[in-house]
């Protein structure tokens, strides 16, 4: 989702519900902090949990820290 252009990742979230079948789950990392103008673009829990909400029933949102060699990077998984 870093990579999607804020404007539109209302779109995106419904294209997502759209292609999963019945009872199908979406899920992956998202960034919790601001980035610069341009992809990633990152966004916040709240903002993540608005675009999904309307379309799944979110059952909960966890943080968590990925680390590469290079640095260490906030995130959050929401399992929706």
Known sequence: MGAIDP???DEYARQVHRLLRDKGRPAGVLFDCEFQSSPPFGGS?????ALFEPYFGIQTMEWFIIQSS???VESCL???
């Not at 829990?45 to 949990?49: F, G, L, P, S, V």
């Open 45 to 49: 829990m709240a903002e993540y949990r």
């Open 78 to 80: 929401p399992i929706l």
């Open 7 to 9: 404007s539109r990742r």
């Open 70 to 72: 290079l640095e260490k």
